[in-house]
């Protein structure tokens, strides 16, 4: 079992930038890929962007590609996302989960955390 934690969320005003961590433990997810998607009121959840374990493949969102940095340090077992010059609609849910491929799909993550919220104010 893979237990993971998101952090780092909070209200910011729309130009600014956040950081997202998800710690994971229970066991290592150095072999598994780690996605982070959002889910705003009203609407379904949705891809932001993913790594592969080793993290030298990355893809995202077209809606945050250029603003957004998914990482990972497989030592510390925790993922990350730098977003910068944030937009009130980017206000969501971020959650971050693990998956044995690269995928954009919610469907082939197995393991989820439960949430941080995300308020970008304009």
């Known amino acids: 079992q893979v237990q993971l934690v998101e952090s780092g969320g909070g209200l910011v005003q729309a130009g600014g930038s956040l950081r997202l961590s998800c710690a994971a433990s229970?066991?290592?997810?150095?072999?598994?890929?780690m996605g982070w998607f959002r889910q705003a009121p009203g609407k379904e959840r949705e891809f932001v962007a993913v790594?592969?374990?080793?993290?030298?493949?990355?893809y995202y969102a077209d809606s945050v590609k250029g603003r957004f940095t998914i990482s990972r340090d497989n030592a510390k077992n925790t993922v990350y996302l730098q977003m910068n010059s944030l937009k009130p609609e980017d206000t969501a849910v971020y959650y971050c989960?693990?998956?044995?491929?690269?995928?954009?799909?919610?469907?082939?993550?197995?393991?989820w955390g439960q949430g941080t919220q995300v308020t970008v104010s304009s």
């Open positions: 790594i592969s374990w080793s993290g030298e493949n990355t």
């Open positions: 989960a693990a998956a044995l491929v690269v995928s954009d799909h919610e469907g082939t993550y197995d393991y």
């Open positions: 229970g066991r290592t997810v150095s072999s598994y890929s």
